[in-house]
Structures are given as structure tokens and as C-alpha cells.
């Protein structure tokens, strides 16, 4: 019932920014709360950020200060803002929509790159 499609990743010097986008399309979104994760090569996939229904947020020690989610006032599409990258930024970036706290549904996922 929900489709994620994702946009604005790409390569960026350290210390840098990047702004990726996630539309959402599908029913009873104002139920549902938003997220990114994302995964290093090598790695496992590891959440980054969340948005709920309501607009509180939440982000991993990782990017805390640094990353900024939000959504539209149509609850339509998410944004991931990322300031002051750095190297270990580097990843897959993944958009999810989760049902009751639980991801169900996700983004093709975006390549972000930083470069030293």
C-alpha cells in the first residue's frame, strides 16, 4: 500500500551537505512514522534518523547535530539534510516507512559518497 522513491544522493567533499528526498505515495500515512537508515560498504544497515506521525524525531549518535530530518506539511515526502559530512557518511542510504514503530515498507536506496 506504500511506495518510497528516493532522490539527491551523489558525491561530496568532506565537510559538505547533501539533501536527499523520499516521496511517499499509499494510505493512512499520518499513521505512519518515517525514517532513514543506511549501510556502509562492508557493513550492516543501521538506522540514521526517524520522524513520527506527529514530527518528533530521533537520530543515532552517529549524526546527531549534524543530520536534520523532516517531513512536508503533507506528510508526503521526507527529507534527510546532511551537514558537515564526513567519510564515514559513506553509504546506501535507505528511506522507510515503519507501521507501529516496525519498517515495512522501503526506498531503492540512495548512494551517498564522501570523499576526504
Known amino acids: 500500500q506504500v511506495q518510497l522513491v528516493e532522490s539527491g544522493g551523489g558525491s561530496v567533499q568532506s565537510g559538505g551537505s547533501l539533501r536527499l528526498s523520499c516521496a511517499v505515495s499509499g494510505n493512512f500515512l499520518s499513521l505512519y512514522s518515517l525514517g532513514w537508515y543506511r549501510q556502509p560498504p562492508g557493513k550492516q544497515r543501521e538506522p540514521v534518523a526517524g520522524i513520527a506521525s506527529g514530527g518528533a524525531t530521533s537520530y543515532a549518535d552517529s549524526v546527531k547535530g549534524r543530520f536534520t530530518i523532516s517531513r512536508d506539511n503533507a506528510k508526503n515526502t521526507v527529507f534527510l539534510q546532511m551537514n558537515s559530512l564526513k567519510p564515514e557518511d559513506t553509504a546506501v542510504y535507505y528511506c522507510?516507512?515503519?507501521?507501529?514503530?516496525?519498517?515495512?515498507?522501503w526506498g531503492q536506496g540512495a548512494q551517498v559518497t564522501v570523499s576526504s
Open positions: 522507510v516507512c515503519s507501521v507501529f514503530g516496525v519498517p515495512q515498507y
